[in-house]
């Protein structure tokens, strides 16, 4: 069994901080890439951050400059430290991530993703 866990999410004002976890668990081989989507309300998912496994990172526009998105790769955690809240961030936010799993005595490629956690920025 292979499985993202997500935590972090809840209510922050704006202008607050908040920092998202993500951990991949299970018989994992490799990990390709991390990263993080949101959906808010009534809108469509959309891509916050992806973090490759060489390291390289690209995030929304909307939260450049505000968001980063690392990696523990010891821990197969992707985080998202995300500052400078606004009311806008407010969404669903879900971890996903391209690996490779053991299942039985091979290995497949798999697209995972987390249940989401909750973010809202408000007053």
């Known amino acids: 069994q292979v499985q993202l866990v997500e935590s972090g999410g809840g209510l922050v004002q704006p202008g607050g901080f908040l920092r998202l976890s993500c951990a991949a668990s299970?018989?994992?081989?490799?990990?390709?890439?991390m990263g993080w989507y949101r959906q808010p309300p009534g809108k469509q998912r959309e891509l916050v951050a992806v973090?490759?496994?060489?390291?390289?990172?690209k995030y929304a526009e909307s939260v450049t400059g505000r968001f980063t998105i690392s990696r523990d790769s010891a821990k197969n955690t992707v985080y998202l430290q995300m500052n400078s809240l606004k009311p806008e961030d407010t969404a669903n936010y879900y971890c996903?991530?391209?690996?490779?799993?053991?299942?039985?005595?091979?290995?497949?490629?798999?697209?995972?993703w987390g249940k989401g956690t909750l973010v809202t920025v408000s007053s």
């Open positions: 996903s991530a391209d690996l490779a799993y053991s299942d039985s005595a091979d290995v497949r490629g798999i697209h995972l």
């Open positions: 299970g018989s994992i081989v490799s990990i390709n890439a």
């Open positions: 973090i490759s496994s060489g390291g390289s990172t």
